[in-house]
């Protein structure tokens, strides 16, 4: 993975880390997520006419990940109610590189032993700061892991068939933004009111935030291996240790940021030339 690849996949990985806190923060995770997703759909309205048309063959992933990302935003949500984010996020975000890893591995995505060896190690530096929690917890979490490793898997495709992977994101982001805006206007109008004349500046931010991480993230999957690039964009999770601890006053056990050591181990190996 070339240098300047691999610094802005970093790059997204933090705001990616950012809008999650941003949902967490927040007094109401649900329509914390809608307003998000609702500033994402809005930016990508604006710029979508000066870009060209995924190309058709995309046009069927575009569908697919739309569902699957309606389905995503809803969990995360539903996962911050109920878990704090220091351990929620290691867990919805660990299991995702290795299983976007063997998938790529059976459709035939060749990666050097010293990229294997980062993406395991970045799997259980990530897997390690959700250790010590009641696995009470795991379940929303692990399931949303799936629902990551499935849209990775079926954007990566869909960004390289289309020929233009901004294109296909901000198309992304505008499909699936609609429905969950929609469903809030009719179930929650008035608090949705509410929470956006009181928090839209953050909602701006954090719409701003998720459409350029993932806008980078698919881009630089048509540039190197899908496996790859899905294990460096989840070291988001040191951000949200950082975040975590010195935001959102957490605790942070000794233990998590051991396994920020690892996770960090893990990103210096997929740096190692093949």
Avoid at 17 to 45: C, E, F, H
Avoid at 166 to 180: E, I
Avoid at 209 to 225: C, H, K, N, R, V
């Amino acid at each position: 993975m070339p240098l300047s690849t691999f610094l802005l996949v970093l790059v997204a990985a933090a705001l990616h880390a950012s809008w999650n806190a941003i949902v967490k923060r927040g007094p109401d995770k649900q329509l914390g997520t809608v307003v998000i997703t609702a500033s994402a759909a809005l930016l990508s309205a604006v710029v979508l006419p000066f870009l060209p048309l995924p190309d058709a063959r995309s046009w069927p992933w575009l569908a697919a990940s739309v569902a699957l990302q309606v389905a995503y935003y809803a969990l995360v949500a539903r996962c911050y109610q109920q878990v704090d984010m220091s351990v929620a996020y290691p867990l919805m975000r660990g299991c995702a590189p290795i299983l976007v890893a063997m998938a790529a591995l059976v459709h035939g995505e060749q990666l050097p032993l010293s990229a294997w060896s980062g993406i395991v190690l970045v799997s259980i530096g990530i897997l390690g700061m959700a250790l010590g929690t009641h696995r009470a917890h795991w379940g929303l979490p692990l399931l949303t892991a799936c629902m990551i490793a499935t849209y990775t898997l079926v954007d990566a495709h869909g960004a390289r068939l289309s020929g233009n992977a901004l294109s296909y994101t901000l198309w992304l982001f505008l499909l699936s933004g609609l429905p969950l805006t929609m469903r809030a206007l009719m179930q929650r109008r008035d608090a949705l009111r509410a929470h956006v004349c009181a928090h839209w500046r953050l909602g701006l931010i954090g719409g701003i935030g998720t459409t350029t991480s993932y806008a980078i993230a698919l881009w630089a999957m048509t540039q190197a291996p899908v496996a790859m690039v899905s294990a460096l964009r989840e070291t988001s999770i040191l951000f949200a240790l950082l975040i975590s601890a010195f935001l959102l006053g957490e605790r942070v056990p000794r233990g998590r940021w051991i396994a920020g050591g690892v996770i960090v181990a893990g990103v210096i190996l997929l740096r190692v030339p093949s």
